[in-house]
């Protein structure tokens, strides 16, 4: 079985400097959130069927988010 760094590297490089947010609140429907210092830069869809979607969609957001950026992050 990999490891969650092995499976979603980049969710696991980003929470070293920015911030995800797993969960819903009163306001909206979106139940994953991926946060930086400016700012929200992605926003998940209102359900999932399981977390290992969820996870794989939030990872595959915050790749496309830093290639899209020039970042790179420390996999």
Same mark, same amino acid.
């Given at each position: &079985?990999?490891?969650?760094? $092995?499976?979603?590297? *980049?969710?696991? /490089?980003?929470?070293?400097?920015? +911030?995800? $947010?797993?969960?819903?609140?009163? *306001?909206?429907?979106?139940?994953?959130?991926?946060?930086?210092?400016?700012?929200?830069v992605? @926003?998940?869809? =209102?359900? *999932?069927?399981?977390?290992?979607? /969820?996870?794989?969609? &939030?990872? +595959? /957001?915050? $790749?496309?988010?830093?290639? @899209?950026?020039?970042? $790179?992050? =420390?996999?």
């Amino acid at each position: &079985m990999k490891s969650f760094n $092995e499976k979603y590297p *980049y969710i696991a /490089a980003w929470v070293q400097d920015g +911030t995800v $947010e797993i969960g819903y609140n009163d *306001y909206d429907d979106v139940f994953l959130r991926v946060i930086d210092a400016g700012g929200v830069v992605w @926003e998940s869809n =209102k359900s *999932y069927l399981n977390l290992d979607d /969820a996870f794989s969609d &939030m990872n +595959t /957001a915050i $790749e496309s988010w830093c290639i @899209e950026n020039g970042i $790179e992050l =420390k996999l």
